[in-house]
């Protein structure tokens, strides 16, 4: 199994550009978010997928789409750059729990680091 | 979820047990306590949960009290490695993960 695997691992944006940050998983997990980390700060949810086809909004969703087109991929378009956005983006994913609760035990990928100029 | 309430940062001697507190006195019966780490500039990493009883991996040891308004984390024989900022979350199910400001465990040599 690869786990979370994200694309490009690094990028730089001018403001105004648009551009699609790629998260697969091979676990065959129904659940993924997405998160963003600031320099010297936590994470913050940007949206979320309980399974292929459903997606939701998560604390800091403004300035990203997301779609959930299957179980393996879940990309976060950004729609415009802004500096603001220059960050650290974490994808997660995670299977169900006993009970059926989800997340369960989350596991990250290494993360995008963007640069928005 | 609950809110819950860490201390921002510990140090730990090495091959010591690093003891990781966190208060969640609002937490209600439903709810599991999750904690993640967060090594410098990686993702996070699960290392344990639970609801009510104590539980124990090949990570980590969680301690639940009785009435659950509170647990410790505890790593028993830390290393250099196992610093990294830990985080406490009280999660029911079916609602995202949100991360607080965690706690900055720093193992010494």
């Known amino acids: 199994n690869a786990g979370v695997t994200q694309t490009p691992k690094f990028q730089v944006l001018k403001t105004g550009q648009s551009m699609t940050l790629q998260c697969a998983q091979d676990m065959n997990h129904e659940y993924m978010s997405w998160y963003r980390q600031d320099p010297g700060m936590g994470l913050r949810l940007i949206h979320y997928?309980?399974?292929?086809?459903?997606?939701d909004q998560g604390e800091v969703p403004n300035g990203y789409n997301v779609s959930r087109s299957t179980t393996e991929d879940f990309p976060l378009r950004l729609l415009s750059a802004a500096p603001s956005q220059t960050s650290v983006y974490f994808c997660a994913s995670s299977s169900h729990g006993p009970l059926r609760q989800v997340p369960y035990e989350q596991y990250f990928g290494p993360g995008t680091r963007l640069t928005v100029t | 979820d609950a809110k819950t309430t860490q201390p921002t940062s510990m140090d730990c001697a090495e091959g010591r047990a690093a003891n990781l507190p966190c208060n969640h006195s609002?937490?209600?019966?439903?709810?599991?306590v999750y904690w993640y780490r967060q090594i410098h500039s990686q993702g996070p990493q699960y290392i344990i949960h639970?609801?009510?009883n104590n539980e124990t991996n090949e990570m980590a040891s969680l301690i639940i009290t009785e009435d659950r308004k509170s647990s410790t984390l505890i790593l028993p024989h830390a290393t250099l490695r196992d610093t990294a900022v830990y985080y406490c979350i009280a999660l029911i199910g079916n609602t995202p993960l949100v991360f607080g400001k965690g706690t900055r465990l720093s193992v010494i040599a």
């Open positions: 997928s309980v399974g292929a086809g459903i997606t």
């Open positions: 639970g609801l009510k």
């Open positions: 609002t937490i209600s019966g439903n709810e599991y």
